[in-house]
């Protein structure tokens, strides 16, 4: 039985008429033109994929050196989770939404090559560490720099590509993740064995470790993707008509301050609670086990079955990449499946492969051999993928046009906040419940076990409202 729409949410609507001619002045276009060409569209697209690659390239290269980080510095598997994630994410916490308004009043690609920029420098730097706590400084500097990324990223999108290639587009997104991680997987192995042989030579008086130049190489693409950035086409904002992405000229300083940091798209969050709250809370449950996996993969192939980073990355990135690939076909394919029977497809698929990785996340480290292991890993990373996709079109169909790249970061925020606890967790599990750090699998079974599920029970409490706003959408027009 068809269930009936849920009444409309008061709209946190900013007036159009006086508003401030922001840098962004042609921020209230026609929602149904202004198109940009097929080939800027694509342009930026390409551009926005490369710098994604970028990021998870890095961050895939940087899990591949822990087990070394932790040697040359002398940590503790927590201290080691701590470097791996939280570190990482404390001034994201600070400034991570303020960084996403920027992506709703300011073009897009400014601000993408912007954070690029920042990220590259604090990389390079953290290449050059002389000490933990240097290094740990530019870890938290990191996640500063690319708050702004995804938020500015999927609103540019949302307004370069028709609603019927949108689709289209976040899947091609995808390929960025799939690039970063299955070619620092393959490639990072190697490097890593190859930065073990580099002297620890003196640099301007300052001693820097072989795997250290890694960062620095990393943060010179860097900064390659951030131009490609800026050469692409800014698309006209798609905002419905008397709506405006700036504040009235006359709003009061208080006004302003919190439209700022956010509090408008958190105000629109809370309207639709019903939706917004379980989707944010599967996300952030299922995002501290995927990156604590990341994170902690080649420290558990090392202990638990011996094999090294060269090993590990001749293995299991060509698995990675096979199973991405199936997974970013999988998701479209089944979601377009779904969507000819379920006005909720996006949500109620991304609970059934939630369920997938589940299941493949508990049986991974049981697995008796290394290749089984890390063949059931990229099983889950076919489920993982392929649920990606939804949850992001999920939340690009409910979230309000003029506030868009604000409720994404919050969004993202769960993901990104969350995920970088995942390798604090897991080590902390696996320091003070297991003890023994040859049984760091233990420490996976514990937190995969505790989270994936409780994630998925929020991910299937979510289907019922998405679907009434939906259809609330739908009886507006939009």
């Not at 086990?289 to 080649?298: D, I, K, P, S």
Request: aromatic share 12%; with cysteine.
């Amino acid at each position: 039985m068809a269930l009936a729409p849920t009444p409309a949410a008061p709209e946190l609507i900013i007036e159009s008429g006086g508003a401030i001619p922001g840098p962004d002045s042609h921020g209230s276009g026609d929602p149904t033109g202004d198109w940009p060409s097929s080939g800027a569209a694509y342009y930026a697209l390409f551009a926005i994929i490369f710098a994604t690659f970028m990021t998870f390239f890095d961050q895939t290269v940087f899990g591949m050196l822990a087990q070394r980080i932790k040697t040359d510095f002398q940590l503790s598997d927590e201290a080691l989770g701590f470097v791996g994630g939280p570190a990482s994410i404390i001034f994201y916490v600070l400034v991570g939404i303020p960084m996403a308004r920027l992506a709703d009043i300011y073009p897009r690609k400014f601000v993408l090559a912007g954070g690029m920029v920042a990220t590259s420098t604090v990389m390079m730097l953290g290449g050059l560490a002389q000490s933990f706590g240097q290094f740990i400084a530019s870890r938290m500097f990191l996640g500063a720099g690319g708050s702004a990324h995804a938020p500015a990223a999927y609103s540019q999108l949302a307004d370069a590509f028709p609603p019927r290639k949108i689709t289209r587009a976040f899947a091609l997104l995808q390929l960025g993740f799939i690039g970063g991680t299955t070619i620092g997987v393959m490639w990072g192995g190697k490097l890593v064995m190859q930065s073990a042989a580099w002297n620890d030579a003196p640099l301007l008086g300052m001693k820097v470790f072989g795997w250290q130049w890694l960062l620095v190489y990393m943060g010179l693409a860097g900064l390659v993707a951030a131009v490609l950035l800026l050469l692409a086409k800014e698309p006209v904002r798609k905002l419905p008509p008397g709506k405006s992405n700036q504040l009235p000229a006359d709003a009061p300083t208080s006004r302003k301050i919190t439209t700022f940091l956010g509090l408008d798209a958190l105000k629109a969050i809370n309207a639709r609670k019903a939706v917004f709250y379980p989707m944010f809370g599967a996300l952030a449950l299922s995002a501290v086990e995927t990156f604590g996996l990341a994170f902690w993969r080649v420290p558990f192939m090392v202990r638990s079955y011996g094999w090294n980073e060269a090993q590990i990355g001749a293995v299991m990135g060509p698995m990675m990449l096979v199973a991405n690939l199936i997974g970013i076909t999988l998701g479209g394919v089944f979601i377009e499946w779904l969507a000819k029977r379920y006005s909720d497809a996006n949500v109620r698929g991304a609970a059934i492969l939630f369920g997938g990785s589940t299941i493949c996340a508990m049986l991974s480290p049981l697995m008796p051999t290394g290749e089984a292991s890390l063949a059931v890993m990229a099983l889950g990373g076919i489920f993982g993928l392929a649920g990606a996709v939804p949850q992001n079109a999920a939340i690009q169909r409910i979230a309000p046009p003029e506030m868009r790249g604000q409720v994404t970061a919050f969004y993202l925020f769960m993901f990104t906040f969350f995920g970088a606890m995942g390798s604090q967790v897991v080590g902390s599990v696996a320091y003070r419940i297991v003890g023994n750090e040859a049984e760091l699998w233990k420490a996976l079974v514990i937190t995969a076990s505790v989270l994936l599920p409780l994630a998925t029970f929020l991910m299937v409490r979510a289907i019922r409202p998405y679907r009434e706003e939906v259809a609330r959408l739908e009886a507006e027009g939009r």
